[in-house]
T-cell receptor, first 111, second 114 residues
């Protein structure tokens, strides 16, 4: 079946550090891939998406590239801010089945 | 501006009570979902619906039930709440099209059963 594996946290970085959160997937067919972010006390928000191989999703300085050859969709940001502290979820959508999430990675950015 | 609304945001109730968590969306989405989020953050799909009068159970076994009588409304009911039901419940919806825009989530209901 479909599944998503993302790196376990928590991840703690200093402000302006480079961020990478790894995400790999297993799916039949050609899934769409997503990153969601959850700020404290809130629901999930779509951060970025990619619907086909080699697509790059980007938003708010975050980027992720859909790599079919490595079945990966790693999230990156060049310079994190304290306001980026949140939980990040990688997810995939394939066929008519509901969205499948990774277990989430908690990011803490300290000033 | 939120297009999917969950009420209440917080709820503390006693064991054995019947409760209904409300979820409504104004986007005309056909598909709606309920996720349970444990303290370790992981999300578990408990129910989903692909249209009016259509509901399915998700990956995580749940004692809750759902109904979908109107497109915009997808309430979740617990007939007899127990402390093990303490969790955050997130509602989401999605429109037609193959993964075009992912899901839109509500702000969640944090339920505590004492």
């Amino acid at each position: 079946g479909n599944s998503v594996t993302q790196m376990e946290g928590p991840v703690t970085l200093s402000e302006e550090a480079f961020l990478t959160i790894n995400c790999t997937y297993t799916a039949t067919g050609y899934p769409s891939l997503f990153w969601y972010v959850q700020y404290p006390g809130e629901g999930l928000q779509l951060l970025l998406k990619a619907t086909k191989a080699d697509d790059k999703g980007s938003n708010k300085g975050f980027e992720a590239t859909y790599r079919k050859e490595t079945t990966s969709f790693h999230l990156e940001k060049g310079s994190v801010q304290v306001s980026d502290s949140a939980v990040y979820f990688c997810a995939l959508l394939s066929g008519n089945t509901p969205l499948v999430f990774g277990k989430g990675t908690r990011l803490s950015v300290i000033a | 501006e939120a297009d999917i609304y969950q009420t209440p945001r917080y709820l503390v109730i006693g064991t054995g009570k019947k409760i209904t968590l409300e979820c409504s969306q104004t986007m005309g989405h056909d598909k709606m979902y309920w996720y349970q989020q444990d303290p370790g953050m992981e999300l578990h799909l408990i129910h989903y619906s692909y249209g009016v009068n259509s509901t399915e159970k998700g990956d995580l076994s749940s004692e809750s039930t759902v109904s979908r009588i109107r497109t915009e409304h997808f309430p979740l009911t617990l007939e007899s709440a127990r402390p093990s039901h303490t969790s955050q419940y997130l509602c989401a919806s999605s429109g037609e099209g193959r993964g075009n825009y992912g899901y839109t989530f509500g702000s969640g209901t944090r339920l505590t059963v004492v």
